[in-house]
């Protein structure tokens, strides 16, 4: 894909991908963590609560400043379900699929969540309203199964209830 702000290949051309903006927060995230021992995943968590995700173009910045390979980076932005590499709808709902949740039936609520959203995990309604993502244990297992909205934690959880949940979203948006 040519995007219009590339002119080169090198490390430096990447970091031009992204707006002035965020590659000053980029460095600021980066300036302000960097001397932590393991300062990668902080750096990470920082960047993708500053931007709402890990932009492309942040990874050459990151590596640069913390004297990494853009592979590095790269291998643990991939590697944690985490970190998002697109922007995110303005809700995120995480639905569990760890053991209790799917003896609970948590595959049934997730595939009708996936038919209600007309998504899959890891993606965003055309209205950019909401993002799926799976997580491995939101820690509600007495209220299985558990589904996480931000930072609003739900329990037994079912279509219905998601049905009303939606609905309400919907109409406060």
Known sequence: MNHPARTGSGPQENAKWLSPESHAAVLEVTARLKDQPGALLPILHGVQEALGYVPE?????????????????????SFYHFF??????KRIVYLCRAES??????????????QRLGIDFHETTDDGAI???????????????????????????????????LKTAREAS
């Open 84 to 89: 998002r590499t697109r922007p995110s709808g």
């Open 131 to 165: 993002t799926l993502e799976p997580v491995y244990c939101l820690g509600n297992c007495a209220c299985s199964p558990a589904m996480l909205v931000d930072e609003e934690l739900h329990g037994r959880v079912t279509p219905e209830r998601f049905d009303a949940w």
């Open 57 to 77: 173009g942040a990874v050459p910045l990151i590596a640069r400043e913390l004297n990494l390979s853009r592979a590095d980076v790269h291998g643990v932005v």
């Open 101 to 114: 949740c799917q003896s609970m039936g948590a595959a049934a609520l997730e595939t009708h969540v996936k």
